[in-house]
């Protein structure tokens, strides 16, 4: 029941107590990397007239609701909005998730720069809108997997109609990023209305598909909704539809905050993986970690190891130990401070 009420890495430890004379496995350690601010970055494709005219405003508003004071926010999410013309000025490795709110285009030199931030273990999180091009997502965003398929039509409702619905079952089995909707009657979520979305191809893998569209009656399997995959150490979320008003009632749903809360915080990668380690195993410092200097690693009796430097094909620049043979907590310096490795 210990509670940690400050930000970064936490050494916890379980230890038996009795006489068991095998002292060596008798302690399990655990490196528990705590968000004391989750930096978000939110791409807003339209900027529109007042607060909430923007593509992205309505989510940048829901992921760090205001006080009731309105004097800042509670939240743990820290997100930034700029629009898509700002997004080549920034660099990405700053922020734990970019959130890309109807972007039009994509250039190719930016998809790079987005696949190796998911790669490395960074959260995208893709909403479609009005300037979205599929000719440029499909020959851009798909080849570099940053799509969960190709886009492959704009559906409208019919005029008058009460539009699209999604799939959602309250007391049935639930994706894992819904789990907070698990015998939740009256959310909302269920009700809410989507007059366009963007139609794509996607295998109907219920780990991919988070929701689906209610498929009508007599057709074939219903459209995703949602969805999220893994790409190298971190994932893509996709929505077919917009993240503010412009396609659909969803906002305005009590859902919507939670939502967008599940979606992102589900998705985000807790980057203490690396820093928990089996015995024979070697540290390999992710590209994302800030080195102010060459990193030295200490073992739990303060000897040094070895660390390598490698430079990849493509210039990426990594460190890498020889295996840990012993169990216990080492220590990284990284130039700004010091991290454990369990």
């Not at 698990?182 to 794509?200: H, I, M, P, R, S």
């Not at 009508?216 to 503010?244: E, K, M, W, Y």
Request: charge should be negative.
């Amino acid at each position: 029941q210990a509670v940690i009420k400050t930000g970064g890495p936490h050494v916890v430890s379980a230890t038996l107590l009795g006489d068991d004379r095998l002292q060596i496995d008798n302690t399990r350690d655990r490196v528990v990397n705590v968000a004391a601010e989750l930096k978000v970055l939110v791409v807003e494709g339209q900027r529109g007239v007042g607060p909430l005219g923007g593509s992205g405003a309505f989510l940048d508003l829901a992921l760090a609701p205001p006080k009731e004071s309105n004097n800042g926010s509670d939240s743990y999410i820290s997100p930034e909005l700029i629009s898509d013309l700002e997004l080549g000025n920034r660099v990405l490795t700053d922020y734990r998730a970019v959130i890309l709110c109807g972007v039009g285009q994509i250039q190719p030199a930016q998809a790079d720069q987005l696949q190796q931030f998911v790669q490395a273990g960074g959260t995208l999180m893709v909403f479609m809108g009005e300037p979205v091009t599929a000719d440029n997502y499909n020959k851009v965003l798909l080849p570099r997997m940053l799509m969960p398929g190709p886009l492959t039509k704009l559906m409208n409702a019919p005029a008058g109609d009460r539009g699209f619905e999604f799939d959602l079952n309250p007391n049935g089995v639930l994706h894992p990023l819904l789990k907070a909707f698990a015998n939740q009657e009256k959310t909302g979520l269920d009700t809410a209305q989507v007059f366009t979305y963007w139609q794509a191809d996607v295998p109907n893998d219920p780990q991919i598909r988070v929701l689906n569209y209610r498929a009508a009656q007599g057709g074939g399997a219903p459209d995703p909704a949602i969805t999220v995959h893994t790409l190298g150490q971190g994932r893509v979320v996709f929505v077919s539809t917009t993240a503010n008003a412009d396609w659909t009632t969803l906002p305005a749903k009590p859902a919507y905050v939670a939502l967008m809360h599940e979606l992102l915080s589900g998705s985000i990668n807790p980057e203490d993986s690396w820093m928990n380690l089996t015995v024979g195993q070697r540290l390999e410092v992710p590209a994302n970690i800030k080195l102010t200097a060459t990193p030295t690693l200490l073992d739990p009796h303060s000897q040094p190891i070895v660390i390598q430097q490698l430079t990849s094909s493509t210039g990426i620049t990594s460190f890498t130990s020889e295996p840990l043979l012993l169990p216990g907590i080492y220590t990284l310096t990284t130039g700004t401070g010091n991290v454990p490795v369990a």
